[in-house]
């Protein structure tokens, strides 16, 4: 079971924003997608969700090409996102926000409800199942967006951006939810960061994009070892080789 980008490319008009990429994601693997503003990080999710298709290549699940399967097909089969911006149902409160998640993936309400509040007590945010999903603090907005992405019990999780405009002590607690939801729920994860020392603590595998192309893809030594990633970010929020 192995959720994958098999040689992909995306073109719009003349514009190539992925160029034959190509990465995959295992059961309980965390699985970093790094790269300039601009790389195709974004647009990686998207088709691996089915909000994009591809011009080329296929994204695999489980060996099954999905490339063409719409978006609420791809995350009934297993595969969950969350997005830059928290997006959620702002007239709801947060117990109605995974609850009306889980009774569209198919659930009857009242055991919808169950699970979400089970999940809601495992991320430790239990305390907020009845507060408006409206004015939510910036980093609480973020867990019930992982806490909703979870509903249903998905096999893999893509992670846009979920640690942006956090401090150093709230993204290290978000590190710690990632480890728990691929360890103690075996789901794959995929990060997709700005925060290049968030992803290289996490991930046992790294994909560099930059101009939609992969430049480079390895563990955290590969990854700061490389000339090429150096390049792609000037420099720039890069750790240091330990």
């Known amino acids: 079971m192995v959720l994958a980008l098999d040689q992909v490319g995306v073109a719009f008009g003349g514009f190539r924003a992925l160029s034959e990429v190509t990465l995959?994601?295992?059961?309980?693997?965390?699985?970093?997608?790094?790269?300039?503003?601009?790389?195709?990080?974004?647009?990686?999710?998207?088709?691996?969700?089915?909000?994009?298709?591809?011009?080329?290549?296929?994204?695999?699940?489980?060996?099954?090409?999905?490339?063409?399967?719409?978006?609420?097909?791809?995350?009934?089969?297993g595969v969950a996102r969350t997005f830059q911006a928290g997006r959620l149902f702002t007239?709801?409160?947060?117990?109605?926000?995974?609850?009306?998640?889980?009774?569209?993936?198919?659930?009857?309400?009242?055991?919808?409800?169950?699970?979400?509040?089970?999940?809601?007590?495992?991320?430790?945010?239990?305390?907020?199942?009845?507060?408006?999903?409206?004015?939510?603090?910036?980093?609480?907005?973020?867990?019930?967006?992982?806490?909703?992405?979870?509903?249903?019990?998905p096999r893999f999780l893509l992670l846009d951006?979920?640690?942006?405009?956090?401090?150093?002590?709230?993204?290290?607690d978000l590190a710690a939810v990632i480890r728990r939801i691929a360890l103690e729920r075996g789901i794959g994860c995929l990060l997709i960061e700005h925060n290049v020392g968030l992803v290289l603590s996490l991930a046992s595998d790294v994909v560099v994009l930059d101009g939609g192309r992969v430049i480079e893809r390895g563990d955290r030594a590969v990854i700061l070892g490389s000339q090429a990633v150096r390049e792609a970010y000037l420099g720039a929020n890069l750790p240091e080789a330990a």
């Not at 709801?92 to 009242?110: H, I, P």
């Not at 409800?113 to 430790?124: R, Y």
Request: glycine share 14%; proline share 5%.
């Open 24 to 77: 995959a994601v295992a059961p309980g693997q965390i699985v970093g997608l790094i790269g300039p503003n601009g790389a195709g990080k974004t647009t990686c999710v998207n088709v691996l969700t089915g909000f994009q298709r591809p011009t080329s290549g296929r994204v695999l699940l489980a060996g099954r090409a999905v490339s063409g399967l719409a978006a609420h097909r791809i995350r009934r089969a």
């Open 91 to 153: 007239g709801l409160d947060v117990l109605d926000n995974l609850a009306c998640t889980g009774v569209g993936l198919g659930l009857r309400r009242r055991e919808a409800e169950h699970q979400a509040s089970a999940l809601l007590a495992w991320l430790g945010i239990a305390t907020l199942e009845s507060r408006p999903a409206a004015g939510l603090p910036y980093t609480d907005e973020r867990r019930v967006a992982i806490a909703r992405a979870l509903m249903g019990g």
């Open 161 to 172: 951006e979920p640690a942006a405009g956090m401090s150093e002590t709230e993204a290290a």
